[in-house]
């Protein structure tokens, strides 16, 4: 084998290649982005989860508040309540 047709051979495996991974990568659900790397495509599933998620989260959020809120108040009254007692 020549030198030229070491250096065709390498372009064709390297090509192949390249095609496979590319194949591989998009079954398995992966494009790459700007930067060139590797990142997942969200699915209309995935998309909807992260929305519930971030639903929920705001939620608990407002509950939190109120709970702490009424905790602030609850305690307010039993000081007062106290400061009656004596």
Known sequence: MDWPEAIVAIIIIV???KFLNK???ERLGLVEDVH???VTIPDR???QLREDVKYLKDRVA???KLATEDRDAYRLENEIEKLRDR
């Open 36 to 38: 060139g790397d590797l």
């Open 15 to 17: 090509t192949i290649a």
């Open 45 to 47: 599933g995935t998309q």
């Open 23 to 25: 194949r591989r990568n």
């Open 62 to 64: 407002v509950l939190e």
